[in-house]
């Protein structure tokens, strides 16, 4: 922070203090509000605080919520933000905060420059379409992505709509493998790869939802509607006014009644739909999760658990000395896997293969791989797979531990050292 703005904060503080209370010099005041700052506090939080301590009571108001913010810029472990924008999305949430129910409210909302997921942790009065000014919220990262929290401190006034331009109600078109969690109004052209229909409850209500599987030339992704559109199997729709979220990095568009679903007669998307969209390791995880992908790379790791392992019969879970964690003593039953870490030189994801991907790049039977010690086995698989090139196929999730690709199918690559060498060389050339 550059000495001007401290000097400002300073200000704000001593103007704030009491004449009744404790005499305090600028310098102190000065001193403790830098160390506060060294620690990582945020602004008014140390501003708050010093107020308490030397007696003012006055609440000074935040030197940047006076100024509004456009979503675009909107950075993580921002405190005191001002934004206004629209709620696109707004649902309760059940949560369990030490022992206690709790409704918290997770939406989106947009302005002009775009949009963004929110979570309001106390009561909100908020409803979709409502055009609000928020003061006094704060930012974080979340799976990858800039989170507005609405804490105890927000602000929110419902205001007109006039005050956002017209453009931040306008629809944005995107391709499948944009679509993030927390984008509004998106505009999609995709085509119906499965589709299914089942009934659950809104608020008392039995309400039919339809979900499956859309895809245009650059990836698939989930959807739900909220509202019968007579969607088929095989329709190539233009999809306005959905928005997203994500589940376990796996984008989701979600549409409902406010949206617009128009069928295409004629396109080019339905003949252009890869099996597998082929990305580098950064992108993937970088956006946390696809669906049936393709990536390359060496495998650098082999993690514990590979090889023969019992499972649960109940649950499926791995076991250890034929204890599960959810159903106690039970006689498991063998699998075989294999668990690597692949890097591309870009990026690093986690995979697990599971017995038939195994027997298929160990070149023995299940029941082979049984009959053989744990040490033989080990160095099978280390022979066989370690520093070797390879090609994933499958759904790639992200959750806490980080990205990795649920593998439908695995295969060597032949790095021709030849050819290898010859690019290297040539891209050396163009260089020079
Ligand atoms: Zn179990």
Redesign the pocket.
């Known amino acids: 922070m550059v000495k001007e703005e401290i000097s400002s904060h300073i200000d704000d503080i001593i103007n704030s203090l009491n004449s009744e209370g404790k005499k305090i010099s600028r310098e102190e005041i000065e001193d403790e509000f830098t160390k506060f700052m060294e620690y990582g506090v945020p602004v008014d939080q140390a501003k708050q605080t010093l107020i308490k301590k030397y007696g003012g009571t006055a609440v000074i108001p935040s030197s940047s919520s006076s100024t509004r913010t456009l979503i675009s810029d909107l950075k993580p472990n921002q405190s005191s933000v001002k934004v206004l924008g629209h709620v696109i999305a707004v649902n309760p949430k059940e949560i369990n905060v030490r022992g206690e129910n709790r409704t918290i409210h997770y939406g989106i909302l947009g302005d002009e420059s775009g949009t963004i997921p929110f979570t309001a942790w106390g009561d909100v009065d908020l409803s979709k379409g409502d055009v609000v000014e928020i003061t006094n919220a704060y930012t974080r990262e979340w799976q990858g992505a800039v989170q507005l929290n609405l804490g105890d401190r927000v602000n929110i006034v419902k205001t007109d709509k006039e005050k956002l331009p017209e453009e931040a109600f306008e629809p944005k078109e995107a391709k499948i493998k944009d679509l993030r969690s927390g984008m509004g109004r998106v505009d999609v052209t995709a085509k119906i790869l499965k589709l299914e229909e089942r009934e659950t409850e809104v608020n008392g209500e039995k309400k039919k939802v339809f979900s499956g599987l859309i895809a245009d030339d650059t990836g698939k992704a989930q959807f739900t509607a909220w509202n019968d559109f007579k969607l088929k199997e095989g329709d190539v729709l233009r999809i306005t006014g959905g928005y997203v979220k994500s589940w376990k990095g796996i984008p989701q568009l979600t549409f409902d009644s406010n949206a617009t679903v128009k069928k295409i007669k004629k396109s080019n998307i339905a003949k252009e739909i890869p099996e597998n969209i082929r990305m580098s390791l950064h992108a993937l995880v970088e956006k946390g999760g696809a669906l049936d992908v393709e990536v390359e790379g060496t495998v650098i790791d082999i993690r514990p658990g590979s090889g023969v392992v019992l499972r ?1 019969p ?2 499926n ?1 791995v076991i250890q000395s034929d204890i ?1 964690t ?2 106690g003593k ?1 006689k498991g039953v063998a699998d075989l896997r294999v668990k690597i870490v692949v890097d591309d030189g870009s990026g690093a994801v986690d995979s697990v293969l599971n017995r038939e991907l195994t027997e298929k790049i160990l070149g023995k039977k299940f029941d082979e791989c049984k009959k053989m010690k744990n040490n033989e086995l080990g160095s099978l698989i280390r022979d066989k797979v370690f520093a070797k090139r390879i090609v994933l196929k499958g759904n790639a999730l992200s959750d806490s531990f980080g990205t990795s690709i649920i593998a439908k199918d695995v295969d060597f690559v032949d790095v021709d050292i030849g050819v290898e060498a010859g690019k290297i060389i040539r891209e050396l050339e163009d260089l020079l």
């Open positions: 649960c109940e649950c879970r599960c959810v159903h039970v």
